[in-house]
């Protein structure tokens, strides 16, 4: 009987530590998803899940993300930064491109936020007054069959160069069906002026096998042979080379156009300044960049002192140094002018 009673005392021990471990664990889990964060985004969820569910994984934080058109995420955080006083509920985060930052930031909407990760970020990818800091940049470039390039002698590699160049397929997004696309139409308008881009286009126009509505079109025309060279984002040449494809980049020795991703922290909301700025120097790690890459996302890191940004081989860049300042009026009016002159002139 008293062995019995032994074993029973024994298994009763177990099971009250089985008990307690698992009200440990639960209240753990509890702390652990306390703290969450807010962040309004223009990028596609896609993207924003990945560093999501990165971050949490590696630091036991969650970010939230809402995914917004810039003209909303601009009224949203300008709605917050009005809002009750006694509200905390309003959003902790922004990563959007630096065109909404800087709207942003000229609205009085961003809190400053200066770090040693991000104080090694060159001048041109952030605020001068570190309301904003960018994290990410992704430059058009020449994208160019490799076959095709083996058999040339001359490789064209300025804008004026392709426009003069005879006998290739051109691939390349339209204008209107993209942001980059256009942002590239108004970017050489800042850097070489009106006349000399539409005549740069004009010279491209009759050379162009189709004009696409997806980034991944020209790359992927330019991979299977249907175009000699491709104007495409670097991004997706680069997803398309690690599948396999047979490309070959090429940097426009005049320049060239980027979009730059960046993060910046809401000035109304700063009873989660800490994590927010936690997180805001994160998304500048290998680490963030790591966790893209795997799910075939590859961007240009703006943080010098990160292994994806030593070992990035572009080292002849160069990008333009006159970015637009157009208002959306004489937008509409440089791609109409695009559409009636060059496209359909």
Same mark, same amino acid.
């Given at each position: 009987?008293?062995?019995?009673?032994?074993?029973?005392?024994?298994?009763?021990?177990?099971?009250?530590?089985?008990?307690?471990?698992?009200?440990?664990?639960?209240?753990?889990?509890?702390?652990? +998803?306390?703290?969450?964060?807010?962040?309004?985004?223009?990028?596609?969820?896609?993207?924003?899940?990945?560093?999501?569910?990165?971050?949490?994984?590696?630091?036991?934080?969650?970010?939230?993300?809402?995914?917004?058109?810039?003209?909303?995420?601009?009224?949203?955080?300008?709605?917050?930064?009005?809002?009750?006083?006694?509200?905390? !509920?309003?959003?902790?985060?922004?990563?959007?491109?630096?065109?909404?930052?800087?709207?942003?930031?000229?609205?009085?909407?961003?809190?400053?936020?200066?770090?040693?990760?991000?104080?090694?970020?060159? +001048?041109?990818?952030?605020?001068?007054?570190?309301?904003?800091?960018?994290?990410?940049?992704?430059?058009?470039?020449?994208?160019?069959?490799?076959?095709?390039?083996?058999?040339?002698?001359?490789?064209?590699?300025?804008?004026?160069?392709?426009?003069?160049?005879?006998?290739?397929?051109?691939?390349?997004?339209?204008?209107?069906?993209?942001?980059?696309?256009?942002?590239?139409?108004?970017?050489?308008?800042?850097?070489?002026?009106?006349?000399?881009?539409?005549?740069?286009?004009?010279?491209?126009?009759?050379?162009?096998?189709?004009?696409?509505?997806?980034?991944?079109?020209?790359?992927?025309?330019?991979?299977?042979?249907?175009?000699?060279?491709?104007?495409?984002?670097?991004?997706?040449?680069?997803?398309?080379?690690?599948?396999?494809?047979?490309?070959?980049? &090429?940097?426009?020795?005049?320049?060239?156009?980027? &979009?730059?991703?960046?993060?910046?922290?809401?000035?109304?909301?700063?009873?989660?300044?800490?994590?927010?700025?936690?997180?805001? !120097?994160?998304?500048? +790690?290998?680490?963030?960049?790591?966790?893209?890459?795997?799910?075939?996302?590859?961007?240009?890191?703006?943080?010098?002192?990160?292994?994806?940004?030593?070992?990035?081989?572009?080292?002849?860049?160069?990008?333009?140094?006159?970015?637009?300042?157009?208002?959306?009026?004489?937008?509409?009016?440089?791609?109409?002018?695009?559409?009636?002159?060059?496209?359909?002139?």
């Amino acid at each position: 009987m008293r062995r019995y009673t032994i074993l029973f005392l024994t298994a009763f021990v177990f099971v009250i530590s089985a008990i307690a471990g698992t009200a440990y664990r639960v209240g753990a889990d509890e702390r652990i +998803s306390a703290v969450e964060l807010s962040a309004y985004t223009t990028l596609p969820p896609e993207t924003v899940t990945i560093l999501a569910e990165a971050y949490e994984k590696e630091n036991h934080v969650r970010v939230n993300f809402v995914p917004l058109p810039a003209k909303d995420l601009i009224q949203k955080t300008a709605d917050d930064d009005v809002s009750d006083p006694t509200v905390v !509920d309003t959003v902790d985060v922004i990563v959007a491109d630096s065109e909404v930052l800087n709207s942003l930031a000229d609205r009085n909407l961003l809190q400053n936020h200066a770090s040693e990760i991000n104080d090694a970020v060159k +001048s041109n990818f952030k605020d001068d007054r570190d309301r904003w800091i960018g994290i990410w940049y992704d430059p058009i470039i020449f994208c160019t069959n490799k076959d095709y390039l083996g058999k040339l002698k001359e490789i064209p590699d300025t804008w004026t160069a392709l426009a003069k160049f005879n006998g290739v397929r051109i691939g390349i997004t339209d204008f209107i069906a993209a942001d980059a696309s256009s942002n590239l139409m108004f970017q050489m308008i800042a850097q070489f002026g009106d006349a000399k881009t539409y005549e740069i286009l004009s010279g491209i126009h009759p050379k162009v096998v189709q004009y696409t509505k997806y980034l991944s079109n020209p790359v992927r025309q330019a991979g299977m042979g249907e175009t000699d060279i491709s104007i495409a984002v670097e991004s997706e040449t680069l997803r398309y080379m690690q599948g396999g494809y047979p490309l070959k980049i &090429i940097y426009p020795a005049d320049g060239t156009s980027y &979009i730059l991703t960046g993060v910046a922290l809401s000035k109304k909301n700063s009873a989660k300044s800490y994590e927010a700025k936690k997180f805001a !120097d994160w998304l500048l +790690s290998d680490n963030a960049q790591l966790a893209l890459q795997r799910n075939g996302f590859y961007f240009l890191s703006t943080n010098p002192n990160t292994l994806a940004y030593k070992s990035f081989a572009g080292k002849n860049l160069v990008l333009f140094k006159n970015l637009p300042n157009f208002n959306e009026n004489q937008r509409h009016e440089f791609l109409e002018r695009w559409v009636k002159q060059v496209r359909f002139g």
